[in-house]
């Protein structure tokens, strides 16, 4: 059986078959066109679903008595702060 090559023209058709379609459909996809219809295929196009979250608010009453303790705390911090800060201007005003 003899042997025959493939021309540089069969070579180029082959390919352009090939690739002119798949340029079609990514030219189509980018400019916002679905020519298979594949985002409804895949689920693109769906409505994200909304959670349904319950939350219980606090009672009015824990709140604030948890409120009046952290503001306790803080307050209890800040004196212990200002107790230290004042200890370190004493120790570099004697050590000038």
């Known amino acids: 059986m003899a042997k025959r090559r493939m021309t ?11 690739i002119v379609p798949l340029a079609y459909f990514g030219a ?7 020519p298979l219809s ?4 895949l689920g ?4 994200p679903r909304e959670e349904v979250v319950n939350v219980q608010a606090d ?3 824990t709140t604030i008595e948890r409120l009046e303790l952290r503001i306790g705390q803080l307050e209890k911090e800040l004196q212990q702060c ?14 000038k």
Not at 8 to 18: E, G, K, Q, T, W
Not at 28 to 34: C, I, K, P, R, V
Not at 38 to 41: N, V
Not at 44 to 47: E, K, P, R, S
């Open 44 to 47: 693109l196009d769906t409505a």
């Open 28 to 34: 189509s996809w980018y400019n916002g066109d679905d």
């Open 82 to 95: 200002r107790q230290e800060l004042e200890g370190l201007k004493a120790q570099t005003t004697n050590q």
């Open 8 to 18: 540089p023209f069969a070579r180029f058709f082959i390919v352009m078959l090939i």
């Open 38 to 41: 594949l985002r409804d295929k």
């Open 59 to 61: 009672r009015p009453d």
